[in-house]
């Protein structure tokens, strides 16, 4: 399950892959300003044309002078419905630039993550990606209109000051409430909002947990105990969101109630201003509307605060794993070599998995020559996948080197090199699309010749060509509906497509039977051919395909020889 952790504010200014699209959508975000601003002066015409027909034209008769009134207010609205369509408009297109840099520079660095440092769950992963709507939420409309109606404050009152003199008193008094109201609650809002993003975080992990193995659920009646998890992870999250909405609603509330006592405020004392001869009808009600409007973006500000909170929540856990280091060379981009041999060694590496507390490798040393075959075998966890997922980059060493061609790894580019190693991993995982999307992943200039070439000799083919839409049929999910020999056959394909110098395939034949592995040895020796082999295996039949053996035991390198004397020495020692 997910865990929600501390992370620190960031201290300076904004990270930039926040303020790279914010800056480029800026011209945007000045039209949608100077559009809210008009909407502001359109309102203060709409309580002076109030004003005016009260005092002048109602008294007067003066229905010519209505008309011309009308006309003009007329006008007034229709460009005030213009310029709220446009500033939406401007908004939501920004809104969407601003969300589409941001989650492509996002998704880039969640594949470029280093998996030594650790990771989240991936339902905590995906549900962190999400996040990105409440930063663009932020620089939403509701957000630019708050801010540009907090300055026209002073204008409408200054409009208040000059049409009723003294009423302007009643919302100057009001408004200091309102802030402090807004301001004394948003220690609280921040904790809050941490938490609840925290625990939302937690719920989506126990979601997509559990929708990835509703197989293992099912098959191990673990339906109850997944419920239980739900259960607390739902009360978790409706408990906090439950007291942020509290606790946001309180000054919201305090907002809404301090506009109505300015409006009732204006009319009671306004009755007064009437009988002293201070102040018309019309001027009672030009003041009641504008004391709303004065009061109004006060309750806007505790929604703003709110938002604040929630925005400042979500950039803090997104530029934590934004600033997490990539894999591939600290500097630079990396060596990316045309041509690789395929001479492999490792030199005293130890390795250990994040928060495991024994190493997975010690002191591991060997070589491999270019075009040399090689098995690694042992007992489960002596380290040989480990030493596969090492050589393809997936995890640094701990220390110690691994190199290609006489080159650290760690100065290649990852890309390069996995681009020149075809690895079959124990998880065969096949991606939602084709087969033919599959089976070229990484790989999609190749041409159709080179795809059916590689299907042929892991023989998948076989069963691809019975099918009617033969490559194009498109897979479900992590390949469902394909047995597991089928999806290991294809993940060979995608392993020896483009024809690799080196190829790592970690139990070829798991899946298959002893029948369909004797004709796949027999087509994986020709394309074995002038290639370098590591081979990871249980499997006696498999030694057959190489010219050494190296036995894992424990993390450490036990044997090293030809097939032949690795099985005689430990034939040897069983028998002792």
């Not at 310029?83 to 630039?97: C, I, P, Q, T």
């Not at 023989?459 to 897979?475: C, E, K, Q, S, W």
């Amino acid at each position: 399950m997910y865990q929600q952790r501390e992370v620190e504010e960031p201290k300076g200014r904004i990270a930039e892959w926040l303020s790279g699209p914010l800056r480029k959508n800026r011209s945007l975000y000045v039209r949608v300003g100077i559009a809210a601003a008009m909407i502001n002066l359109f309102a203060l015409i709409v309580a002076l044309f109030t004003m005016t027909v009260y005092d002048r034209v109602v008294p007067n008769n003066a229905t010519e002078s209505l008309v011309g009134l009308t006309i003009g207010l007329a006008f007034v609205l229709l460009f005030d419905f213009v310029l709220k369509m446009l500033r939406s408009y401007f908004v939501d297109v920004a809104g969407a630039r601003v969300d589409r840099d941001i989650g492509r520079t996002i998704f880039a660095r969640i594949l470029a993550m280093r998996l030594d440092l650790g990771r989240r769950s991936t339902g905590g992963l995906a549900g962190l990606v999400r996040e990105i709507e409440t930063l663009r939420d932020f620089f939403t409309s509701a957000t630019l209109t708050t801010l540009v109606d907090l300055p026209f404050i002073i204008i409408t009152l200054t409009a208040i000051a000059l049409i009723g003199g003294w009423l302007v008193l009643v919302p100057l008094v009001l408004i200091p409430l309102v802030v402090l109201a807004a301001l004394a609650t948003q220690p609280v809002m921040r904790s809050l909002a941490s938490r609840t993003l925290g625990e939302a975080l937690g719920k989506q992990a126990v979601l997509v947990e559990t929708i990835g193995s509703l197989e293992t659920v099912k098959s191990a009646n673990a339906g109850k105990l997944l419920e239980r998890r739900w259960d607390a992870a739902m009360k978790g999250h409706s408990q906090a969101a439950l007291r942020q909405r509290l606790t946001s609603n309180m000054s919201i509330n305090v907002a809404g109630s301090a506009q109505t006592m300015a409006y009732t405020g204006i009319v009671i004392f306004g009755v007064f201003a009437i009988a002293d001869q201070r102040l018309t009808m019309g001027g009672l009600i030009a003041c009641s509307i504008l004391a709303g409007r004065a009061v109004a973006p006060l309750g806007a500000i505790a929604n703003l605060l709110t938002r604040i909170n929630a925005a400042r929540t979500a950039y803090r856990q997104i530029n934590e794993l934004m600033e997490q280091p990539q894999e591939g060379p600290d500097t630079g981009t990396g060596l990316t070599p045309s041509t690789i041999e395929g001479a492999i060694e490792f030199r005293d590496v130890d390795f250990r998995y994040p928060g495991a507390a024994e190493l997975a490798l010690s002191s591991v040393s060997f070589r491999i020559k270019a075009g040399e075959h090689v098995a690694l075998i042992g007992p489960v966890g002596s380290g040989k996948s480990t030493i596969a997922k090492l050589l393809i980059g997936l995890y640094p060493p701990g220390s110690g080197l691994i190199m290609v061609d006489g080159t650290d790894v760690r100065q290649l580019s990852p890309q390069a090199l996995r681009s020149k190693v075809g690895a079959l991993l124990q998880d065969n995982v096949l991606l939602t699309g084709t087969i033919r999307e599959n089976i070229l992943l990484g790989r999609e200039d190749l041409p159709d010749d080179e795809m059916i070439r590689a299907a042929k000799a892991s023989l998948a083919h076989n069963f691809i060509a019975t099918m009617p839409n033969g490559y194009d049929v498109r897979l479900a999910d992590r390949g469902e509906g394909l047995s597991g020999g089928q999806r290991q056959a294809i993940a060979m394909a995608r392993a020896l497509v483009g024809s690799p110098p080196i190829l790592v395939f970690d139990e070829p034949t798991s899946a298959v039977d002893t029948d369909t592995e004797a004709r796949l040895m027999a087509n994986l020796r020709n394309e074995f051919e002038g290639r370098t082999l590591i081979v990871i295996t249980h499997r006696p039949s498999l030694l057959n395909l190489v010219d050494r053996v190296i036995l894992m035991s424990r993390g450490r390198v036990a044997m090293d020889g030809t097939p032949e004397s690795i099985t005689r020495d430990v034939a040897r020692i069983g028998a002792r």
